[in-house]
T-cell receptor, first 109, second 113 residues
């Protein structure tokens, strides 16, 4: 079957660094996505990894290891506005996006 | 460039009724996907349309259907509504050849009472 696991909730302090992990088992692999979703809003694209390694984009970085079925999203210099749900999704071999249930991150002052 | 537009934003329906939700993709995007989001299950894939053809379907009962028009706008329909259909319904559009760039709309919040 298709399975994507990520922690349900995480908390962190403003200015800190947080790493959100995602492990996956899917029918094929055509890339891994991270989305941010604030309550009541649309998910917004953060990053895309299709090759192993680290992709850095400002305060956000995403890492992929295809052999381990593992990815993480790293958020640096946390700000209050980073409080949101973070969604890990894998595009399978039929081009469907398979999502995890999301990690709700709360940033405290 | 306008984003993905979903209407209506909120909807309350009674069990047994049917509902139609609309999604207008970003101009130039010909691929539209639909997802159901619930607190316990996360986002689950419903179906994807490209050039008015359904090219992919998730594991939902036949009560869930959709279609796409020649201008790429898409609708999804749910018949014989059940309480468990209460959810946020999201659509996403992308340029079909793009490896990424799925852009989501803000969703339609459906409540079945």
């Amino acid at each position: 079957g298709q399975n994507i696991d990520q922690p349900t909730e995480m908390t962190a302090t403003e200015g800190a660094i947080v790493q959100i992990n995602c492990t996956y088992q899917t029918s094929g692999f055509n890339g891994l996505f991270w989305y941010q979703q604030h309550a009541g809003e649309a998910p917004t694209f953060l990053s895309y990894n299709v090759l192993d390694g680290l992709e850095e984009k400002g305060r956000f970085s995403s890492f992929l290891s295809r052999s381990k079925g593992y990815s993480y999203l790293l958020l640096k210099e946390l700000q209050m506005k980073d409080s949101a749900s973070y969604l890990c999704a894998v595009r399978d071999n039929t081009d469907k996006l398979i999502f995890g249930t999301g990690t709700r991150l709360q940033v405290f002052p | 460039k306008a984003g993905v537009t979903q209407t209506p934003r909120y909807l309350i329906k009674t069990r047994g009724q049917q509902v139609t939700l609309s999604c207008s993709p970003i101009s130039g995007h010909r691929s539209v996907s639909w997802y159901q989001q619930t607190p316990g299950q996360g986002l689950q894939f419903l179906f994807e349309y490209f050039s008015e053809t359904q090219r992919n379907k998730g594991n939902f009962p036949g009560r869930f259907s959709g279609r796409q028009f020649s201008n790429s706008r898409s609708e999804m329909n749910v018949s014989t509504l059940e309480l468990g259909d209460s959810a946020l319904y999201l659509c996403a559009s992308r340029e079909h050849s793009a490896n990424y760039g799925y852009t989501f709309g803000s969703g339609t919040r459906l409540t079945v009472v």
